[in-house]
């Protein structure tokens, strides 16, 4: 009798620990390693006229070089970040109603103007994320870059390679900013 009760302790034991097993990869651990998504809300700065090159944001402060945003940004950069959240298997609902959300302010987006490998404007981007949680600012990443030749700076050289010796689109260059910044504010996203 003793030995009976022994196997099926085991079996149960052995059961519970392949659901368990399973369970985890399923969900890869996602569901249990973030009970509450946060929130993302992308927004691009209403630029006027009169709007100075260089501004301040006005969530955080900091100054920011303003330029020309083309009017699928918020979209673009909205896909791109939803995308690289998802990869990343971090839940994430939209709008900022949460306790907790990533804000991307856009405040640069601009297209290069010229092919692959001759252009007259390269791609620019510029955007601030902020995590913000009970509605103070958390953490700040800023990107703010223009794509430059080989021979403005040297020292980028294994971006250079990277991207291909080619002159990106601005939908490359603002994809390269969101997982940078992704990757900067990883343990506060969770």
């Known amino acids: 009798m003793l030995s009976i009760r022994k196997y099926v302790n085991r079996f149960f034991l052995v059961y519970l620990a392949m659901l368990t097993v399973s369970l985890t990869v399923l969900c890869d651990g996602s569901i249990l390693a973030q009970e509450n998504p946060i929130g993302v809300f992308v927004e691009k700065m209403a630029i006027d006229k009169e709007t100075r090159k260089i501004d301040k944001c006005k969530y955080c402060g900091k100054l920011i070089k303003v330029g020309k945003i083309h009017t699928d940004a918020e979209i673009v950069v909205g896909n791109q970040t939803g995308a690289e959240l998802d990869y990343r298997k971090i839940q994430y609902e939209w709008g900022k109603e949460k306790k907790k959300y990533l804000h991307v302010y856009i405040f640069r987006f601009e297209e290069r103007k010229g092919s692959d490998f001759g252009v007259e ?3 620019g981007v510029g955007f601030h994320m902020h ?4 509605d103070s600012i958390k953490r700040i ?4 870059e223009d794509q430059r030749s080989l021979s403005e700076n040297v020292l980028d050289i294994g ?8 002159w990106i689109t601005v939908d490359v260059l603002s994809q390269e900013g969101i997982e940078k910044g992704l990757d900067s504010l990883a343990d506060d996203l969770k």
């Open 121 to 123: 404007k390269p791609a």
């Open 131 to 134: 995590i913000i949680e009970n």
């Open 141 to 144: 990443f800023v990107f703010d």
């Open 159 to 166: 971006k250079f390679f990277k991207r291909g010796a080619k």
